[in-house]
């Protein structure tokens, strides 16, 4: 079946870039998502992007596609203390469903 | 505007009594997924709604869980015979035309 994994733990100073990475199988996923779960709480859409770009820059999240190597990275700007939270990334293949990782937990430092 | 909604956020049972859990989703949306996020882990997809029919039920893990959306809206997940083993947080999801994907807070179930 499908797989997406993520390194567990990535720890940045405030103010510095932070970059999660993901890879994947599917190579059928038509779009690649990435989401924000703070403690408690539901799960927040960030992002995505559709299969055929390379890159998406909404405000401070860039998302970069590697699509040859299967490989996904969401970069945030200027990371603040409010970006700690756990950061899945997911893929959207057959049947419309979508495929998580184990997520990474983000802990930004002052 | 409202997002996707659960009720009730929390629900502890007892080992084998049956449980519903309900969703709300965005207005106009016509797709709908149910999730199951066990601790530390990814959610996992369990079922998924275009309008009144399961598209996908692939995700189900066993004929205790079955799932309904009579009126193409609001869907109710449904657990016979509950197990300690279903203890998770089960999250629903809408999307109007299956890009973005919004989840509900979530219900946690504890099973005890």
């Known amino acids: 079946g499908e797989d997406v994994e993520q390194s567990l733990f990535l720890s940045v100073r405030e103010g510095d870039s932070s970059v999660i990475n993901c890879t994947y199988t599917?190579?059928?996923?038509?779009?690649l998502y990435w989401y924000k779960q703070e403690p408690g709480a539901g799960l927040q859409l960030l992002t995505y992007?559709?299969?055929?770009?390379d890159m998406k820059q909404d405000q401070r999240l860039t998302v970069l596609l590697n699509k040859k190597d299967k490989h996904l990275s969401l970069r945030i700007a200027d990371t603040q203390t409010g970006d700690s939270a756990i950061y899945f990334c997911?893929?959207?293949?057959?049947?419309?469903?979508?495929?998580f990782g184990t997520g990474t937990q983000l802990k930004v430092e002052l | 505007g409202a997002g996707v909604s659960q009720t009730p956020s929390n629900k502890v049972t007892e080992k084998g009594k049956y449980v519903e859990l309900r969703c709300d989703p965005i207005?106009?949306?016509?797709?709908l997924y149910w999730y199951r996020q066990s601790l530390g882990q990814g959610p996992e997809f369990l079922i998924y709604?275009?309008?009144?029919?399961?598209?996908?039920d692939s995700g189900l893990p066993n004929d205790r869980f079955f799932a309904v959306r009579p009126e193409g809206s609001v869907s109710t997940l449904k657990i016979q015979r509950t197990e300690r083993g279903d203890s998770a947080v089960y999250l629903c999801?809408?999307?109007?035309?299956?890009?973005?994907?919004?989840f509900g807070p979530g219900t946690r179930l504890t099973v005890l």
């Open positions: 999801a809408s999307s109007l035309d299956g890009t973005g994907k919004f």
């Open positions: 599917d190579s059928s996923s038509t779009y």
């Open positions: 992007i559709f299969s055929n770009m």
């Open positions: 997911a893929t959207g293949g057959g049947g419309n469903k979508l495929t």
């Open positions: 207005s106009g949306h016509t797709a």
């Open positions: 709604f275009q309008g009144t029919g399961a598209a996908d």
